[in-house]
């Protein structure tokens, strides 16, 4: 398959990442897992050594203080072993918590650098999605593997060579009982796996007909439209479908392993007899005997663990940590040229584009010259490119051809730093942040907090302060989730458009921030607009063509083509399709 | 199985388990039970095998002795390994059972809620919390209650095996025991209550992560280049939500691990105990070595799971708290009704001074609202954003009860309707209606549920080629037959202006003599928003329709508009009576219209 990142590539990559953020914790980690392993193995040791001091002392050959030495020793390191478990897990656990916040800030750093348009690729967009989850599942996965070469192998290591000094053949025997557990569970992860891919589906089937039923979205109109009982039909059929799919798949890995289990408990059998038979000619101690047969059970278990629960998790997360590494590799812009001033103006040279994985053009061979200070406006029916081309003028997204130029320079060649440098925007789909009303204004342009400014912006976008709505004035968070307050629509749009004042700027755009808005509100907010933008270069985009009048020209846009640009007079005497349009709205206003 | 309006408790995480799954409940039981009596009958066969090999080796005993001694080891060994792969499938049955029952009796519950508890926002945080995968809180909490009795049961076994040796050891850790275990106990509520506080610093961060990677937020967060600033914002939060939280892991940790320290303290102090015993011949070297393995193997088992059982059951409990909350919301009886089959006539609706506000606010959205629509009519409702017009749908529709005044529908109050008159007695677009991810033709034939199943395919396509979509469907892979939504896996995605055709023919083939259209066209532009309401009212003619829009130019046909401001009509009348009033709507019109002028 393509875009397989391998396993140690992975492991690689996220111990450099990790060995950067903390390498002194991690390092102590490391070492405490390597001294606990060694503890636990310690421990049948000492177990072993007491069981001998006892055997002997009843038999009257060794003594009593033997006896006693042997059994402070295993309590010394029994408590021992259990500090240090307490210090490795909770190392280990904070490790987990930690290292997060380094890796959070670097996924964040990368999603400010990759190119805009990444969010528009389906493909790409599911790797954006998943990076967070990614890269806590990579940590997991990086812990894993310290913690199996740290802990674990300290700790077989200590009991191979333990049972290989006892009896060298109890390590070959043991090697032989681990493998059909080791079988069972690499079948049994392969087989889930597929299980995953073949029930998810249904799966999701169950959870979106209940949302049917129960969603918010749904609620009113499937029950009066009385759908209930259509639904729970359908949710019953796929309930049932999935349910059977997995019992069916459950109930074969199971017996299967059940059936490896039994041959794991033959190669235990063997194992207790050759203990039995070394104890029985002499060649081991009753002390080492019971040691050892203590400690069998104790070694399985573990394995187990490890493979079941560790290697198998390890797999399951895989896909997630495949999305992380790719999205730390997704493309970052590379532009150096300085910015320079808006004085140049903007020019569309035969500019195309298509958005990635898609054949469309969603601009088709765009000329546009834009002179400073200008007042533009964008009109034409959805899905006419509108949007497209106001992001390529404010350099978010690059030309697929031809060339955007920016005060005279290629788009493309300018440094991600200074692109956006004196651009300002309201965009349709704008934020609601859930931070407070001074933040949600400065949010904007955060290098520059300042005050008087924020009080200009404020007042510019009609943002009245009344003490009911903002009980805390600037400071009041504008959040009921954060024990603040819920804003309307329209104090929102205001707080936007506040926002989009506030940065400096010689250009803005305006698109389409008005959708939700009534009429009354939205032909104010257009004349305020236009006033405020007099000396700026300002550009508006709507498909309500009676606000484009106020625009020094309006360009018209039609299949991500510009099929006409000019004033409002000329473009109604050329009888093309913007006097279409306008007569089309305008019908329902005559007479 | 349903979820009735009663009182839960911990009871109830062993009583709905085994209503749900009777079987694999009682075998899981009885899995653990076993599970926890077996290691005491573990000690005891260990002791016997050990004390015959010593026998043999000592020459006191004949070899063949071992035998029956190692098949008893042999049998327990076996039975363990093999039980607890039986108990894993048992498992997953019962899993199962639950979430067909269970889950299932959840989701009816919810669907059966009062349309106010859906909208309220705390009741729905207690809702989306209770129905989250809610088998997994049962049978979490069933295998939680099972597998603590088996632990205790475990514990008492070895304790037995001491006190039928040395009677005063067994007390004297008893009485080092049972006040930690209280300990525990008490400390997992506190560590609880502290990880619901830093429940609140982590949404913050959270909040922030997804500022700062999501694709809504990627256009103002590239332009306005904040994210150094947001980023160093998020991981100060996440700081303070970790550093809390650490502290809150450390005093667990420093807890299990002590508990853990003293009771291998104990297991030491056991041993000496025992040493004289075994030392005189007393107690046998067999049982003495598998009783020290037996207490050393208690204090890993203690150090971790008594403190971890007192944390689950804390959250088992505040499960159960909410699933009372929940069980206890009202109900609606028209929740599950299907609408009349034979279609009630219209003839009037009237609100008569209706006064409204949304259960848990204090401002009234509607205030002494009085109207009155007659059958065969067109009426309009036009006022600015927020002015209650869609709240008067629901009204209409029966989702609220709790107004004031009188709504009457044919001259008798709707609270009087049977609902399922109601529900045939109208139609309504909403502003947010639903895209059900099921076939175009199933999507469509909801319109009326009755005939869903018997509906013809010309009826679909002439609903189809009313509402302007002949072409769209023709286009799909499937015809009518194509699954909407990326749910099934030959699912097709059709654009925003396409569903909402749909919604629209939904309306179409629905019989009831009443349609109301709740601004249903954000999403499309002017000339497509004017050519729909052309049509729709083309279509429904002989109905009475309601419109509700702010673009004014397309209320203007009805016969009879209503200014609604203030939750009241403001002005009532046809288009000519209120531009002569020169009042608000006046005002309205004209700046709508002064836009093309």
């Not at chain 1, 650098?113 to 790797?127: H, N, S, W």
């Not at chain 2, 961060?205 to 500022?211: C, F, G, H, R």
């Not at chain 2, 699933?323 to 009237?350: C, G, H, K, N, W």
């Not at chain 2, 109050?413 to 677009?429: C, D, F, G, Q």
Request: aromatic share 10%; proline share 3%.
């Amino acid at each position: 398959m393509k875009n397989q990142i391998s396993l140690h590539k992975i492991v690689w990559r996220i111990l450099k990442m990790v060995m950067a953020a903390c390498p002194l914790y991690f390092s102590a980690v490391c070492l405490i897992g390597v001294i606990h392993g060694l503890s636990w193995g310690l421990n049948t040791y000492a177990m072993q050594f007491f069981f001998d001091s006892v055997a002997s002392a009843v038999t009257g050959q060794g003594r009593l203080t033997v006896v006693y030495w042997g059994l402070a020793a295993l309590g010394a390191v029994s408590i021992g072993s259990q500090v240090l478990n307490g210090m490795h897990n909770f190392m280990t656990n904070t490790l987990y918590n930690l290292v997060p916040g380094h890796l959070g800030k670097h996924i964040h750093r990368k999603a400010a650098r990759i190119e805009p348009v990444c969010y528009e690729t389906p493909e790409l967009l599911d790797d954006i999605n998943k990076a967070q989850k990614g890269a806590g599942n990579s940590l997991g996965l990086l812990i894993v593997v310290v913690v199996l070469f740290t802990f674990y192998l300290p700790y077989f290591g200590f009991m191979a060579w333990y049972l290989y000094r006892l009896k060298p053949i109890l390590i070959v025997s043991l090697v032989f009982i681990f493998i059909p557990v080791f079988i069972t569970q690499l079948i049994r992860g392969a087989v889930h796996a597929r299980l995953e891919d073949e029930s998810a589906p249904l799966r999701r089937e169950v959870d979106y007909y209940e949302k049917c039923i129960c969603d918010r979205e749904y609620f009113k109109e499937t029950r009066l439209l009385g759908a209930y009982g259509f639904f729970k039909q359908l949710y019953l059929t796929a309930l049932n479908a999935m349910q059977e799919k997995k019992w069916s798949v459950e109930l074969k890995t199971h017996l299967m392993e059940i059936g490896m289990k039994m041959l794991t408990l033959l190669g235990y059998f063997g194992v207790l007899y050759l203990l039995f038979t070394a104890l029985m000619n002499g060649e081991i101690s009753i002390g080492s005997f019971a040691a050892v047969f203590g400690s069998i059970e104790l070694m399985f278990s573990i394995m187990d663990e490890i493979v079941s629960h560790h290697i198998g998790g390890m797999t399951k997360d895989l896909g997630t940590v495949r999305n992380f590494m790719r999205f730390l590799d997704l493309p970052e812009r590379t532009g150096e040229l300085e910015r320079v001033s808006f004085e140049g103006g903007m020019r569309f040279h035969d500019v195309s584009f298509s958005y990635p994985g898609s054949e469309t053009k969603a601009l088709d061979h765009v000329n546009l010259t834009i002179k400073p200070g200008e007042t533009i406006a964008i009109v034409g029916q959805n899905g006419a490119g509108k949007s497209t081309l106001v992001k390529l003028l404010v350099g978010l997204y690059l030309p697929t051809e031809g060339v955007v130029e920016i005060g005279g320079a290629d788009s493309r060649k300018i440094s991600p730093e200074s692109i956006y440098k004196g651009t300002t925007g309201v965009f349709q789909k704008y934020q609601r942040y859930k931070l407070t009303l001074q933040e949600n204004v400065w949010i904007s342009d955060l290098e520059a907090q300042d005050q008087t400014h924020l009080e200009t912006a404020v007042k510019k976008a009609d943002l009245e302060l009344d003490q009911e709505t903002f009980p805390q004035g600037y400071d009041t968070m504008l959040s009921r989730e954060f024990d603040g307050v819920d804003l309307s629509g329209g104090q929102w749009q205001r707080v936007a458009l506040a926002r989009g004042f506030y940065r400096r700027h010689d250009l803005i755009v305006l698109d389409e921030p008005t959708a939700a808005i009534d009429p009354l509100e939205e032909t104010r907010i257009y004349q305020k607009f236009a006033e405020l933008s007099r000396d700026k270069t300002a550009i508006i985009v709507t498909h309500r063509l009676g606000s484009a009048k106020i625009a020094d020209r309006i360009v018209v846009m039609d299949q991500g083509r510009i099929v006409a640009v000019g004033t409002h007079e000329q473009l109604m005497r050329e009888r093309g399709k913007y006097a279409e349009m306008y007569q089309a709205q305008a019908q329902w206003y005559a007479g | 199985m349903q979820i009735e309006a009663r009182k839960y408790g911990l009871l109830d995480l062993i009583k709905i388990p085994i209503q749900a799954a009777p079987a694999a409940a009682i075998l899981v039981g009885l899995h653990s039970i076993l599970a926890g009596i077996i290691p005491t009958i573990h000690v005891l066969v260990t002791a016997d095998f050990i004390d015959t090999a010593i026998g043999i080796l000592q020459g006191s005993l004949a070899r063949s002795e071992i035998y029956s001694s190692l098949f008893a080891v042999v049998v327990l060994i076996a039975y363990s390994w093999v039980a607890a792969a039986l108990a894993n499938l048992i498992n997953v049955k019962f899993d199962l059972g639950l979430q067909r029952h269970y889950h299932t009796a959840v989701m009816e519950k919810r669907a059966r809620l009062h349309y106010r508890h859906i909208e309220n926002p705390e009741t729905w945080d207690l809702i989306s919390r209770v129905t989250s995968r809610p088998e997994a809180q049962l049978t979490g909490g069933y295998r939680l209650l099972i597998s603590a009795a088996a632990e205790i049961l475990r514990i008492m076994g070895v304790l037995g095996i001491l006190i039928s040796q040395v009677w005063w050891a067994a007390l004297a850790i008893l009485s080092f025991s049972v006040p930690l275990f209280a300990l525990a106990v008490k400390s997992g509520k506190a560590s609880y209550e502290a990880s619901k506080e830093t429940a609140k610093y982590k949404r913050k961060s959270y909040y922030l992560a997804d500022v700062l990677t999501s694709r809504e937020t990627v256009d103002e967060r590239t332009l306005f280049g904040y994210s150094d600033q947001i980023n160093e914002l998020w991981h100060e939060r996440y700081e303070t939500a970790r550093r809390i939280e650490h502290q809150v892991i450390k005093k667990w940790f420093v807890r299990s691990k002590a508990s853990g320290v003293i009771t291998a303290l104990i297991s030491v102090l056991i041993v000496v105990v025992l040493l004289n015993p075994v030392l005189t011949g007393a107690l046998s070297v067999g049982l003495f070595i598998s009783l020290v393995g037996a207490t050393f193997n208690l204090v890993q088992m203690m150090s971790w799971q008594l403190t971890s059982y007192a944390d689950q059951l804390a959250k088992h409990r505040e499960y159960l708290r909410d699933l009372t909350e929940f069980a206890m919301l009202e109900e609606a009886d028209s929740a599950q009704m299907v609408p009349a089959e034979s279609v009630p006539q219209f003839r009037s609706l009237e609100f008569f001074n209706v006064s409204f506000k949304y259960p848990g606010t204090d401002k009234y959205v509607l205030k002494n609202l009085s109207f009155r629509m007659e059958a065969g009519k067109h009426y309009a409702f036009a006022g600015v954003n927020g002015s209650g017009k869609t709240t008067i749908t629901k009204l209409i529709a029966g989702l609220y009860d709790n107004y004031t005044g009188e709504i009457l529908l044919n001259g008798k109050s709707i609270r009087e309707w049977h609902p399922s008159e109601l529900k045939a007695m109208l139609s309504i677009v909403y502003q947010d209606f639903a895209k059900y991810y099921i076939t175009v033709r199933d999507n469509i034939a909801l319109g009326d549920v009755n005939a869903i199943y018997s509906r013809e395919d010309w009826q679909i396509n002439r609903a189809i080629s009313q509402t302007g979509l002949s072409a769209a469907v023709e286009k799909l892979p499937q015809g009518i037959q194509t699954p909407l939504g990326k749910i099934k896996p030959d699912g097709y995605d059709i654009s925003g202006g396409e569903w909402q055709r749909i919604a629209m023919a939904r309306a179409i083939v629905n019989p009831a003599p009443l349609r109301i259209l709740d601004e249903p066209t954000a999403a499309l532009d002017p000339i497509s928003e004017s050519e729909l309401y052309q049509e729709f009212e083309r279509i429904s003619r002989g109905k009475t329709t309601i419109f509700i829009s702010h673009r004014l130019g397309s209320t203007k046909l009805a016969d009879e508009i209503f200014v609604i401001g203030d939750g009241r009509v403001l002005e009532h009348g046809t288009h000519q009576e209120l531009m002569a009033l020169d009042g608000v709507y006046a005002e309205m019109y004209e700046s709508q219209r002064s836009w093309y002028n």
